[in-house]
């Protein structure tokens, strides 16, 4: 089985998100730094700073401008294994436009606060091979004369787990916002996204990986698709255990 999961994970990457690369004119690199603070067996806190890049115009540097920074505080609720609530009770975005034309490049960039709510389940399909689905809900309250945002997105990803300090994940999730838009505009963007996971110490994660994005700006009536290369590294505080 362990070889069967390893070969469909490969082929299914290959096919799904090499072509896209390839084909791709704008490029982004995000990158993300957690705190994650356990409060009890079931509960804990994380902190997020996030910074994002973007090509400038007629330019393949995916570390040319900025495109946004963000703060973001996280409450998470482990019910079991399978089961998991989280609220963000506040974050900050500082969002740059996306480069289009020469002059987008000296915008300057909006605020937003946001607020969040989601689900997260997981289901063993075989030994090591889960598929997880994660719910979430939306409240973007954005400086200025743009109107607030209710968005919804869900995500569904399937992951194996090598070990237990490595796994890697494939998976799409679709963003829909349900207030605050026209008809023409429901649609947000698209993510299809590949993950690898690496966990060398019980305190230490890094997650790399890759997102393909079709997005629908309120300000655009074709899609912008996006390249976006990713590393994520969380550190969790220990607790001491007792003498």
Known sequence: MKIKINTIISIIAVAFFAPKIMAQEHTNSWFRTTLSIPVTEKIKTDIELQHRRQND?????LLDKNLMYTFRTWIYYKQNKDVVYAISPFAYFSNYKIIQKQSDAVVKPTNEYRFSASVELQHELANKFFVVDRTALEYRVFEGS?????????RLAFRYDFTSKFNTTIGDEILINASGTDAQHIFDHNRLFTNFSFKPKP?????????????????????????????????????KKAN
């Open 146 to 154: 743009v109107e607030n945002v209710i968005r919804l997105r869900n």
């Open 57 to 61: 115009f007629e330019s393949n540097n």
């Open 203 to 239: 305190a230490l994660k890094f997650d790399i990986g890759y997102i393909y994005i079709s997005r629908l700006p309120k300000n655009n009536t074709d899609l912008i698709e996006e390249s976006n290369f990713y590393l994520n590294f969380t550190y969790t505080l220990q607790k």
